[in-house]
T-cell receptor, first 112, second 112 residues
Framework: EAQVTQNPRYLITVTGKKLTVTCSQN?????MSWYRQDPGLGLRQIYY???????DKGDVPEGYKVSRKEKRNFPLILESPSPNQTSLYFC???????????FGPGTRLTVL | SQKIEQNSEALNIQEGKTATLTCNYT??????LQWYRQDPGRGPVFLLL?????KEKRKERLKVTFDTTLKQSLFHITASQPADSATYLC???????????FGPGTRLSVLP
């Protein structure tokens, strides 16, 4: 089944404790992206990657890192999480020839 | 400044009627615009894409229009059903087709 998977689905952590949210897709998509979704603010893009080893900042990249060492994986790294990073995070992927994005199920992160 | 707005945060309509959702944008020149559906706690699901040179696109009970002069897209659901109740998001590609920008969404409730 074609899908985007994220892990973990739920995470509660404390300020300053480094964490990684994994994202993997099995559709051989070139483009992958991370979003956060907050009430009243909608979906905002954090980082995106056009292909392996190519990443760029979205609209809200501060406090996040990403890497794209393999085509299928695009982890999101929070080196020192803070409470304002409490949010619902989505990973998405698409081919560069078709523009519909496929979203993962989401990761609900709470930083205390 | 750049902005994407959706006409209302919430819209209630009676089953069988046509729902019309609006997406307006300023200071963007998108090559195309997309519409997604999002159910609570889940990732958005792609519905339709319309290009700047297309006036209208249809898919089953869904219809999208795109007016680049007005900088507006309308999303219609005809013969609406309670199962159509969800949040609907419009999105466009910014920055030469590399990063996506989403509207805040309209929560549609179709009442039986």
């Amino acid at each position: 089944e074609a899908q985007v998977t994220q892990n973990p689905r739920y995470l509660i952590t404390v300020t300053g404790k480094k964490l990684t949210v994994t994202c993997s897709q099995n559709m051989n998509h070139e483009y992958m992206s991370w979003y956060r979704q907050d009430p009243g603010l909608g979906l905002r893009q954090i980082y995106y990657s056009m292909n392996v080893e190519v990443t760029d900042k979205g609209d809200v990249p501060e406090g996040y890192k990403v890497s794209r060492k393999e085509k299928r994986n695009f982890p999101l790294i929070l080196e020192s999480p803070s409470p304002n990073q409490t949010s619902l995070y989505f990973c998405a992927s698409r081919t560069t020839s078709r523009n519909e994005q496929f979203f993962g199920p989401g990761t609900r992160l709470t930083v205390l | 400044s750049q902005k994407i707005e959706q006409n209302s945060e919430a819209l209630n309509i009676q089953e069988g009627k046509t729902a019309t959702l609006t997406c307006n944008y300023t200071n963007y020149s998108p090559a195309y615009l997309q519409w997604y559906r999002q159910d609570p706690g889940r990732g958005p699901v792609f519905l339709l894409l319309i290009r700047e040179n297309e006036k209208e696109k249809r898919k089953e009970r869904l219809k999208v229009t795109f007016d680049t002069t007005l900088k507006q897209s309308l999303f219609h659901i005809t013969a609406s059903q309670p199962a159509d109740s969800a949040t609907y998001l419009c999105a466009l590609l910014n920055n030469y087709g590399q990063n996506f920008v989403f509207g805040p969404g309209t929560r549609l409730s179709v009442l039986p």
